[in-house]
């Protein structure tokens, strides 16, 4: 699977951004796809994941209520919505892929996913 992620950029705090991962090289309907996000100096932090067959989703405790993950499955491309931005939500975001495993949902962990995009830059400014 190849994850290409786009959409970053600078926005105020309160504003809005929407980041897409286009998937090529595999059917997706067997997988769990997820965002991530990394702050400089800090772990990479579970952000949302959702399953493309079930369409099942999952959400970390810094994006519930603010953030949301969907799917097109015309254009093999996940979304995260972000709404409410804030400061500390600056980071990079890196969405992933592996197939779905009922027995480890929701899988939050950057371990448990094999394929991964490049990053997109998020800054919010106060």
């Known amino acids: 699977v190849q994850l290409q992620a786009s959409g970053g950029g600078l926005v105020q705090a309160g504003g809005s951004l929407r980041l897409s991962c286009a998937a090529s090289?595999?059917?997706?309907?067997?997988?769990?796809m997820g965002w991530f996000r990394q702050a400089p100096g800090k772990e990479r932090e579970f952000v949302a994941a959702?399953?493309?067959?079930?369409?099942?989703?999952a959400y970390g405790d810094s994006a519930k209520g603010r953030f949301t993950i969907y799917k097109d499955n015309a254009k093999n491309t996940v979304y995260l919505q972000m709404n409410s931005l804030k400061p500390e939500d600056r980071a990079v975001y890196y969405c992933?892929?592996?197939?779905?495993?009922?027995?480890?949902?929701?899988?939050?962990?950057?371990?448990?996913?094999?394929?991964w995009g490049q990053g997109t830059h998020v800054t919010v400014s106060s």
């Open positions: 992933a892929a592996d197939l779905f495993h009922a027995s480890s949902w929701p899988a939050t962990k950057p371990d448990q996913y094999a394929y």
């Open positions: 090289g595999r059917t997706l309907s067997r997988y769990t």
């Open positions: 959702l399953t493309w067959s079930g369409y099942n989703t």
